[in-house]
Nanobody, 120 residues
Framework: QAQLEESGGGLVQAGGSLRLSCVAS????????MGWYRQAPGKERELVAS???????NYADSVKGRFTISRDNAKNTVTLQMNSLKPEDTAVYYC??????????????WGQGTLVTVSS
């Protein structure tokens, strides 16, 4: 089975930076879209950024110009560079990957979540 493992969350002061990474492993044939979502306390999970297999990116308006998503297809990884962090960026961040396993069955995987806390 395929799985995602995230790393890089933590506590940072407003204006600081963090880098989140997510690696997919296991029975993977190909990965199409990858992305990052977040969920703040009392709020619904929302898309932060996504990146298609060929590199097309999409960002939430609230993070445009501050966050950058990238991926390494050879390593099945996706990274979210977060700069100029604000207290309202505080949330649990989840990695997402859509693809096919080695039996050519489609999957949608979620990471376990990593907490990002931005202090004012």
């Amino acid at each position: 089975q395929a799985q995602l493992e995230e790393s890089g969350g933590g506590l940072v002061q407003a204006g600081g930076s963090l880098r989140l990474s997510c690696v997919a492993s296991g029975s993977i044939f190909s990965i199409n879209g990858m992305g990052w979502y977040r969920q703040a306390p009392g709020k619904e999970r929302e898309l932060v950024a996504s990146i298609a297999g060929r590199g097309t990116t999409n960002y939430a308006d609230s993070v445009k110009g501050r966050f950058t998503i990238s991926r390494d297809n050879a390593k099945n990884t996706v990274t979210l560079q977060m700069n100029s962090l604000k207290p309202e960026d505080t949330a649990v961040y989840y990695c997402l990957a859509d693809g096919f396993d080695r039996s050519i069955r489609s999957f949608r995987l979620w990471g376990q979540g990593t907490l990002v806390t931005v202090s004012s």
